[in-house]
């Protein structure tokens, strides 16, 4: 099994990735930590919990972190994943109860105490990781590799060109990509292609609690503030860079540099990916970027498949 934490900022997608990473057999959570960014801070811990229930996962610690981003105020998505965070499942407040212990010393513990070295999915912006390399550099070799979701090899969401996780706290990504970690990229390119149909959809509602759960977050209808008009959530989201940890066949990656843009008035929060051909010139004289293995196409149905099998448990 693969060892793995995950910091989360628990919307839908972030619910359909835990859920798809307690069922896998494949992968052992050791941890969870939570992050403002999708929703409050508070909601992001309460979904986490409730969904670790339906999950019937067993005793994984989750803490709270990081309130806001490390310069900017919070930024939340409220109408893209419910005023919950959770497209307004209103699941039953969880039993269990989060760590006394801020997140960023969770993460910290969980790698010290680790007898190997432990992958960290970040789904999330990366204010709570940012926060331990910054406090903590001992830890750093504990960490097998980075696999974060953020970032676009071409467009972005929250803006043009940005991708809300990065662009939430482009200056935690920063720290981050500059870290020395391996890195493994999931960005919008793939992020939105692996959608679920809308009859697939429909029968998960009449399957078990993890299906049912699943079911409703995947046909939730979001409403535009500002134009009105509606979609449905339908993509697998952050699922899918747990989708290609364990399956990086289904998916093809690329080498690539990439670097965080902090300034300028339209593309703060970039996440640049450098796709130019070998020995073509660097003209600004910049040292060079770190570089990620970026998922650049994926079999989106295989994907889709492989999620919803393993949630079915077969």
Do not use: K
């Not at 959770?86 to 010290?112: C, K, N, Q, W, Y």
């Not at 200056?171 to 149909?197: C, K, Q, W």
């Not at 690539?256 to 990916?273: A, D, M």
């Amino acid at each position: 099994m693969l060892p793995v934490i995950l910091d989360v900022d628990t919307g839908i997608d972030d619910a359909l990735a835990i859920l798809f990473a307690v069922a896998h057999p494949d992968l052992d959570v050791r941890a969870i930590t939570c992050v403002d960014g999708n929703s409050s801070l508070e909601n992001v811990v309460a979904n986490t919990l409730a969904v670790l229930d339906v999950a019937g996962a067993g005793d994984i610690p989750v803490a709270a972190g990081a309130r806001e981003p490390l310069v900017e105020p919070s930024r939340e998505a409220a109408w893209v994943h419910g005023p919950d965070g959770l497209a307004g499942t209103a699941l039953p407040a969880s039993p269990r109860h989060p760590a006394d212990i801020h997140a960023v010393e969770l993460m910290r513990r969980t790698l010290a105490e680790a007898s190997e070295p432990l992958t960290v999915v970040t789904l999330a912006p990366m204010t709570n990781l940012a926060l331990l390399i910054r406090m903590h550099p001992e830890v750093i070799d504990r960490i097998e590799r980075v696999v974060y979701m953020g970032g676009s090899a071409s467009r972005g969401n929250a803006t043009a060109v940005a991708e809300f996780n990065v662009w939430h706290d482009p200056e935690a990504a920063h720290v981050v990509l500059n870290s020395g970690v391996p890195l493994t990229m999931y960005g919008l390119d793939v992020f939105e292609r692996v959608v679920i149909e809308p009859d697939r959809i429909a029968r998960l509602r009449s399957g078990s609690d993890v299906e049912r759960l699943a079911g409703r977050l995947l046909g939730y209808t979001a409403v535009h503030p500002a134009s009105g008009e509606t979609f449905t959530y339908a993509m697998i989201g952050d699922a899918g860079a747990l989708c290609a940890l364990v399956a990086p066949g289904l998916f093809r990656f690329e080498d690539l540099p990439v670097q965080v843009e902090l300034g300028g008035t339209y593309s703060r929060g970039q996440l640049i990916v450098d796709r130019r051909e070998p020995g073509e010139g660097d003209y600004l004289g910049a040292a060079p970027w770190p570089r990620a293995d970026v998922a650049l196409e994926v079999d989106a149905d295989a994907v889709a498949e492989l999620f919803l099998t393993t949630l079915r448990g077969s």
